[in-house]
């Protein structure tokens, strides 16, 4: 399993060739303050990497949902949907946001590993 990070704070899991899922950072969620609405991209959506996929809404603010990679959109986190507060209590495991067959691995391979995420966030 590789985890990737971008700058706009989501990260990409990829466990098998078939699909990446993504979701929303640590650091994304403690800023935004509790998710109380997440809108997520219809299945079969394709995407360019930097598009914007989908909004999470807090008590805080709206924020845009940006892929991190090119791809379709196989599967999302109906879960999520309902309980959108899955994205605080558990950001990287059941609160991911949807899944995403990946074009392009050179753009995964482009993104920030956990080392270079941490620093990112650490400077900001």
Request: hydrophobic letters at 45%; a negative charge; glycine letters at 6%.
């Amino acid at each position: 399993m590789t985890t990737m990070y971008t700058s706009d704070h989501e990260w990409i899991n990829i466990e098998d060739h078939e699909a990446a899922t993504v979701g929303i950072t640590h650091h994304a969620q403690d800023a935004l303050g509790d998710v109380v609405f997440v809108d997520l991209p219809a299945v079969g959506a394709t995407f360019k990497k930097g598009d914007v996929a989908g909004v999470v809404e807090s008590v805080k603010a709206a924020a845009d949902l940006y892929m991190p990679v090119s791809g379709e959109v196989v599967e999302v986190n109906e879960k999520l949907r309902e309980d959108p507060s899955l994205a605080n209590t558990d950001p990287l495991g059941h609160g991911w946001f949807f899944k995403v067959h990946v074009n392009n691995m050179a753009e995964f391979e482009q993104l920030m590993d956990a080392p270079a995420y941490d620093l990112l966030v650490k400077n900001a």
